[in-house]
T-cell receptor, first 111, second 113 residues
Framework: SQQGEEDPQALSIQEGENATMNCSYK?????LQWYRQNSGRGLVHLIL?????REKHSGRLRVTLDTSKKSSSLLITASRAADTASYFC???????????FGTGTRLKVLA | DARVTQTPRDKVTEMGQEVTMRCQPI?????VFWYRQTMMQGLELLAY????????DSGMPKDRFSAEMPDATLATLKIQPSEPRDSAVYFC???????????FGPGTRLLVL
């Protein structure tokens, strides 16, 4: 399979804590994106990091990218119950428009 | 607020029947994707189009699935004949091209009995 893999598969934390999710991939990429999916709904884009970037911030989100290790992490700080969702990384394979999605991390934030 | 729309939202059908799912991409987007999501396989890319031309449909079972873009405002995914293993949520997504953000529709939840 060419799918990326997220780690952990599931994560349960208390409101206010930080949540960290990791993504590993296999191909050479142009960029890596993180998406959120609430139960039964479509995916919503969160943040994009290009292959020549190492870190990016957006509000409470922090994304890092290590192309030498083919891995990325998503940090959500000061989590809220509304952050409860599944989070997916998606990599854009170099030279194509083909996105490969990871297996997802199910995050549960307890109020 | 521009959105990708998909119809129907839910579909229950019997094995052997034809299923047609429709997607209206965001106006001005030139890239359209079809994905299938199941618990077992996760999110799988079935096909993608750029400027209405199919660039890759290698993820689709060719004998029963077909994807088309009759015009820039409509993408269709057909299954004929449908089988119980096709039960899944099918998502359409569009993008402005150039490897940027994809915008997902709400999905079509398909159940084949």
């Amino acid at each position: 399979s060419q799918q990326g893999e997220e780690d952990p598969q599931a994560l349960s934390i208390q409101e206010g804590e930080n949540a960290t999710m990791n993504c590993s991939y296999k191909t050479s990429i142009n960029n890596l994106q993180w998406y959120r999916q609430n139960s039964g709904r479509g995916l919503v884009h969160l943040i994009l990091i290009r292959s020549n970037e190492r870190e990016k911030h957006s509000g409470r989100l922090r994304v890092t990218l290590d192309t030498s290790k083919k891995s990325s992490s998503l940090l959500i700080t000061a989590s809220r119950a509304a952050d409860t969702a599944s989070y997916f990384c998606a990599t854009l394979t170099s030279g194509t428009y083909k996105y490969i999605f990871g297996t997802g991390t199910r995050l549960k934030v307890l109020a | 607020d521009a959105r990708v729309t998909q119809t129907p939202r839910d579909k229950v059908t019997e094995m052997g029947q034809e299923v047609t799912m429709r997607c209206q991409p965001i106006l001005g987007h030139n890239t359209v994707f079809w994905y299938r999501q199941t618990m077992m396989q996760g999110l799988e890319l079935l096909a993608y189009f750029r400027n209405r031309a199919p660039l890759d449909d290698s993820g689709m079972p060719k004998d029963r699935f077909s994807a088309e873009m009759p015009d820039a405002t409509l993408a269709t995914l057909k299954i004929q004949p449908s089988e119980p293993r096709d039960s899944a949520v099918y998502f359409c997504a569009s993008g402005p091209g150039g490897g940027e953000t994809q915008y997902f529709g709400p999905g079509t939840r398909l159940l084949v009995l």
